[in-house]
Structure formats: structure tokens, C-alpha cells
């Protein structure tokens, strides 16, 4: 078992990282989806852009997921179009939907090879009483916002997945995946083609403003260089906790979150597992989430233990998960599992999204495990933003207050680990 990411390791180069210049317009901090995306979108403007990356690009995040690209939102529709009304909800819903178009409009315009399909995703009750929810969440979704959502009920659903886990689903069809560190390769040698100037292995270590100009001096590892305008496309969950991250570290939280991945199945077996090869997740409170490779891999992600990650305890959650994954699909007790890996979720309190501009630092982070499409999408919005069209912004005027108690290092993760095992136990 190879304790590296499926993803990173059968992905082609980066292009090479250029030398730090002492000028630009605009510096962006981050070298995922986010900020590969900005770079693309600026430099096409004809902006002179250099993204920063404090280790290798797409290594972090966005190299690092389950390779979803769903639409819908990362919490529940209706209960959201009650707390902040319809119109607010539904907008925030199709930014989603926008944000997987987003996507395979790159994939097409720079013919990127990433195994983009569009398949949907299906989420799986866990236990009967979550099939109701699903009820409910098919009602409200299919009445306000999206009517190609669809009910399958409990007598149909192992016509979707082999697994007698699973009490009914809701099928979302505009969803997709893809292969994430080959888009992710695609989308920066894009960037370097439009003359967009990559930079890995270089940290942000501070920000501040030069005298009483808009102009920045960002210090990174590598040196200094003076920018008109700077995009945080990271969320600061390791670097930069405290000083010039502090504002954004406190209204996030770093959860740890682990994938497997198999050997390739004989396909007549990956073709009786998953018959129709969506994105799945399931609704229990300590979910799992698995897809198919087109090599007839199951890639099995979840959160296996509240911990960050490390070869110890990638090795540990590989274990967690490969017990999932054989409670939930008995045929795959003598299945090898080839790698394990680990990476930070980036949890924000309410689990949405958070862009804007703060003492004249413009952002976009957050994404709470619902990133890959919004990532990209939110790097052409910001490209927007930053030229001066604040209404492409869809979380303009959200509300971002800090986390109470959340100063340093999430003491509280253990806890909250431990409530929502309890949660599932007593379902």
C-alpha cells in the first residue's frame, strides 16, 4: 500500500517553477484549483500574474480529494432556504450548478485528458429515517430550484449500488468527476501558456501594504515582491496561522479527511458494484464518499479518524477505511488496497463558501469538502472581482464571524469526532 495519493502519482508535470520577480500586478497565493484558475482567468486579461505555491502545485487540496465535481449544495437546501431565505438559496445552489459548467468548459476549451464525466452523483440514506429526509430534500429541490433531481426508493436502490447498507437515494444528474492531479497539470500549463508565472516550493510568510499606496510587499521564502493586487486562494489551515492569517485562520477549521484506493477490479465485478459509475456519498454524520476509476479502481474516502495527516495516521485511517469499505461491500474482503492518503478539509462554521476582499486582500476559501468545482469556478469569479465587478461574487455580503474559542490548533476536533460517532451509533 502506497501511502501517496492515487491522483498526484499518475499525473503528468507541472510546468517547471519560474524565478521570483520583484514586480507584478497581481500575486496570487496558492497553487490549487483556486489560484490555477485566477492565474488563467488574470493572465488571459492580460495581467501580469504570479502565483505562489508553498510546495508543489495541486499537491495540497486539490490534488489530494475524491475526484467529485457535484453540484448541490454542501448542506441542506431547504433547512438553507429557511435560515436565509429562498432567493438567496436558490442563487447559491445554481452557483454550484454554474461552477460544474465552469469546469467542463476548461476541460473542453483546453482539451485537458482528466476522464471528465458527467454521470451524477447519488446520495445514499444510511439508515431509513435519512431516506425520509431525502423525501423531503426531493420535495423542496424539485418544486424551487432543480427539477431534473430524482427519487429512488428503497426496492430500487441496489439496482444502483450492490450494497444492502443503503435505504434510497437522491440522484443528482449534472454532477461529474474526473481525474483531479491530471486537470489540475492541465490547468497549470494553461496558466503558463497565457504567460501566468508558477512558482512552487515559495511560502507566504507575510502580507502588508506599502506605505499608504494599494500596492502589497509579499515575503515569501524565496524573497520579496511588491504586487498592485493580491488574491488569497489557500486556506491558511498549516502556514501562517497567526499575524497576517490570523483573520481567516479563526473562521476555519482543519479536518483531516483519508482515501483508499483499490487494486482495478475485474470488470464484470466494478460493473455489478456500481452499475452506472457515479459520484456517491452517503448521509450518515461521519460519511463516505467513492467513485470508480476508468481503470475499474474504488477510490473510498471518508472521515476515518480526526486526526491530521501523517504516514502514521494515513496508515491507521487506511485501515478505518478498508473495515468500511468491507462492511458496506462484503465482495471486496480479498480486494488490495494499492494507496492511502490523507489531506485537510478546510471546514468553514456554516460549511459554505467565503469570497471577498478584506484590507484590500481579495479571497476565496472554505469550500468545507465541496470544492473541486467551486474552486475553479471561484478563480474566474475573483478574476472578475478584482477587475471591479463585485456582483459576479455569489458569497458577496455572507457573513464570515470567527469560530468561538478558535484561536490555534482546533483542540475541540476530538470532540466533535466523538459526537457525531455517538450520533451515528444511536441512529
Known amino acids: 500500500m502506497k501511502l501517496e495519493s492515487y491522483w498526484t502519482a499518475t499525473a503528468p508535470e507541472v510546468p517547471p517553477s519560474d524565478e521570483l520577480p520583484s514586480r507584478a500586478d497581481v500575486v496570487v497565493v496558492g497553487g490549487g484549483f483556486t489560484g490555477l484558475s485566477a492565474a488563467l482567468a488574470l493572465a488571459r486579461r492580460g495581467a501580469d500574474v504570479v502565483l505562489l505555491e508553498a510546495g508543489r502545485m495541486v499537491g495540497a487540496a486539490s490534488g489530494r480529494n475524491g475526484g467529485h465535481v457535484n453540484n448541490g449544495l454542501s448542506v441542506d437546501y431547504g433547512a438553507l432556504a429557511d435560515r436565509v431565505g429562498k432567493a438567496r438559496a436558490q442563487a447559491w445552489y445554481?452557483?454550484?450548478?454554474?461552477?460544474?459548467?465552469?469546469?467542463?468548459?476548461?476541460?473542453?476549451?483546453?482539451?485537458?485528458?482528466?476522464?471528465?464525466?458527467?454521470?451524477?452523483?447519488?446520495?445514499?440514506?444510511?439508515?431509513?429515517?435519512?431516506?425520509?429526509?431525502?423525501?423531503?430534500?426531493?420535495?423542496?429541490?424539485s418544486t424551487e430550484i432543480d427539477p431534473d433531481v430524482e427519487l429512488i426508493g428503497p426496492g430500487d436502490i441496489r439496482r444502483e449500488v450492490d450494497s444492502g447498507a443503503f435505504h434510497g437515494g437522491l440522484l443528482q444528474s449534472r454532477s461529474a468527476q474526473m481525474h483531479v492531479a491530471r486537470f489540475g497539470s492541465g490547468l497549470a500549463w494553461a496558466a503558463s501558456r497565457q504567460g501566468a508565472r508558477l512558482i512552487g516550493n515559495s511560502a507566504v510568510q507575510s502580507l502588508s501594504r506599502v506605505g499608504k499606496s494599494q500596492a502589497h510587499r509579499v515575503r515569501t521564502s524565496r524573497g520579496e515582491i511588491l504586487a498592485d493586487q493580491v488574491l488569497l486562494?489557500?486556506?491558511?489551515?498549516?502556514?501562517?496561522?497567526?499575524?497576517?492569517?490570523?483573520?481567516?485562520?479563526?473562521?476555519?477549521?482543519?479536518?483531516?479527511?483519508?482515501?483508499?484506493?483499490?487494486?482495478?477490479?475485474?470488470?464484470?465485478?466494478?460493473?455489478?458494484?456500481?452499475?452506472?459509475?457515479?459520484?456517491?456519498?452517503?448521509?450518515?454524520?461521519?460519511?463516505?464518499?467513492?467513485?470508480?476509476?476508468?481503470?475499474?479502481?474504488?477510490?473510498?474516502?471518508?472521515?476515518?479518524?480526526?486526526?491530521?495527516?501523517?504516514?502514521?495516521?494515513?496508515?491507521?485511517?487506511?485501515?478505518?477505511?478498508?473495515?468500511?469499505?468491507?462492511?458496506?461491500?462484503?465482495?471486496?474482503?480479498?480486494?488490495?488496497?494499492?494507496?492511502?492518503?490523507?489531506?485537510?478539509?478546510?471546514?468553514?462554521?456554516?460549511?459554505?463558501?467565503?469570497?471577498?476582499?478584506?484590507?484590500?486582500?481579495?479571497?476565496?476559501?472554505?469550500?468545507?469538502?465541496?470544492?473541486?468545482q467551486m474552486s475553479v469556478h471561484m478563480g474566474e469569479v475573483m478574476s472578475r472581482v478584482m477587475a471591479g465587478d463585485r456582483d459576479a461574487n455569489p458569497w458577496r455580503d455572507h457573513d464570515w464571524p470567527a469560530i468561538p474559542g478558535h484561536v490555534g490548533p482546533p483542540w475541540f476536533l476530538p470532540f466533535v469526532g466523538a459526537y457525531f460517532r455517538l450520533k451515528d451509533a444511536l441512529a
Not at 100 to 110: H, L, Q
Not at 324 to 344: E, H, K, N
Open 94 to 141: 445554481r452557483a454550484y450548478d454554474s461552477a460544474v459548467d465552469t469546469v467542463a468548459r476548461i476541460v473542453r476549451d483546453e482539451a485537458i485528458d482528466c476522464d471528465f464525466a458527467r454521470n451524477g452523483k447519488l446520495k445514499l440514506a444510511s439508515r431509513p429515517a435519512h431516506f425520509q429526509s431525502l423525501v423531503r430534500s426531493h420535495q423542496r429541490l
Open 233 to 372: 486562494a489557500t486556506g491558511p489551515s498549516r502556514e501562517g496561522a497567526y499575524g497576517t492569517f490570523g483573520w481567516w485562520r479563526r473562521r476555519i477549521v482543519p479536518v483531516g479527511s483519508f482515501i483508499i484506493v483499490t487494486e482495478p477490479l475485474a470488470p464484470e465485478l466494478a460493473a455489478s458494484l456500481l452499475p452506472h459509475a457515479r459520484t456517491y456519498t452517503t448521509t450518515a454524520n461521519l460519511h463516505n464518499y467513492f467513485r470508480l476509476t476508468p481503470d475499474q479502481r474504488l477510490v473510498f474516502g471518508g472521515r476515518a479518524r480526526f486526526a491530521m495527516s501523517n504516514p502514521i495516521q494515513d496508515s491507521r485511517s487506511g485501515e478505518v477505511l478498508r473495515t468500511g469499505m468491507i462492511a458496506m461491500f462484503p465482495q471486496l474482503s480479498r480486494t488490495r488496497i494499492d494507496y492511502c492518503w490523507g489531506g485537510v478539509v478546510d471546514m468553514t462554521q456554516d460549511r459554505l463558501p467565503h469570497a471577498g476582499e478584506r484590507d484590500g486582500v481579495f479571497y476565496s476559501m472554505g469550500y468545507s469538502g465541496h470544492g473541486v
